[in-house]
């Protein structure tokens, strides 16, 4: 297995959230690893441009070997910000950006390659040639190991997938959110030998509370006694017992939570268990 079984999300590391100190980060970053979540998912804009230089020096602070971490990022949307001159929101898959970003990147991560590389959204101007040589590039130099995409649907994996192979998809998933296993992506996904990772796995069940979310608080604490685990951690468990072998990607920064969600991996849930937690989701039974 190519990334932990449960991924650090870093959107929140920085000013987008908790605004970690870099000896904060390090240590987090070290806590994270020695709990087994070894892969930090990152993105260009997080931080508005400023997170991954963050995470870098606290990278390079925290004595953890690169060898012993993998590193995700994303490119293509050009953010509004104050870090950069654009007038509107848009995304770029040109060659030359592609390359100049992910060479940002690096330098920001000090890192000499990233282990996978996605396209955060998709964009109706992608050519697929032009990306492909650009991933080409990077590949033979080193830069990148692996190569994905992010929110893409099965047309749009098809379409970026004439010239080149799509290692990753991650995609939005949750038991809140679960679109994907009746629209074709996650179908596709297992066909094409794809890895699945999946942000916000939590949905909105601790965001929202709505009719929807407190009957699911009603059926995970139904079941918290039997599998002797959390809400969250049965949320996680749910998203994992799907066949395609989902990695959730974990936004939290609280060490208890993080420590939490990596045991979820071993929780199997029963399978009318897994069927009760849907139909509470759904509110009513599955066809």
């Known amino acids: 297995m190519k990334y932990s079984r449960l991924i650090a999300g870093t959107m929140s590391w920085g000013s987008w959230g908790k605004n970690l100190s870099k000896k ?112 080409t590039i990077l590949k033979k130099q080193g830069k990148i190991r692996e190569f994905g995409v992010s929110n893409f649907t099965p047309s749009q994996m098809d379409l970026i997938g004439l010239r080149m192979d799509i290692d990753v998809n991650q995609i939005e998933f949750s038991l809140t959110n679960h679109v994907a296993m009746h629209d074709g992506t996650l179908d596709y996904i297992k066909t094409n030998g794809i890895k699945p990772m999946a942000w916000s796995p939590l949905g909105s069940v601790f ?15 139904d079941l918290i006694d039997k599998y002797n685990a959390t809400e969250d951690q049965l949320l996680l468990a749910w998203i994992m017992k799907h066949p395609s072998q989902i990695h959730p990607v974990v936004g939290t920064t609280n060490k208890t939570r993080l420590k939490q969600a990596m045991a979820a991996s071993k929780i ?11 139909v509470a989701c759904q509110g009513h039974k599955v066809p």
């Open 268 to 278: 199997n849930l029963e399978l009318e268990d897994w069927f009760l937690i849907l």
């Open 207 to 221: 965001k929202t509370d709505n009719e929807q979310t407190r009957r699911i608080h009603r059926q995970l604490g």
């Open 24 to 135: 904060d980060m390090a240590e987090l970053i070290r806590y994270c690893t020695a709990n087994n979540i070894t892969t930090f998912d990152h993105a260009d804009i997080y931080g508005s441009y400023t997170t991954e230089s963050q995470f870098g020096a606290a990278l390079s602070h925290s004595g953890i070997e690169r060898e012993s971490i993998q590193l995700i990022s994303k490119c293509g949307i050009q953010h509004l910000s104050e870090n950069r001159n654009n007038k509107v929101k848009y995304y770029d898959y040109s060659k030359d950006y592609i390359i100049w970003s992910v060479e940002e990147s690096l330098k920001n991560l000090r890192t000499g390659y990233l282990d996978l590389l996605l396209l955060h959204r998709p964009s109706p101007l992608m050519n697929p040639e032009e990306i492909a040589e650009a991933i």
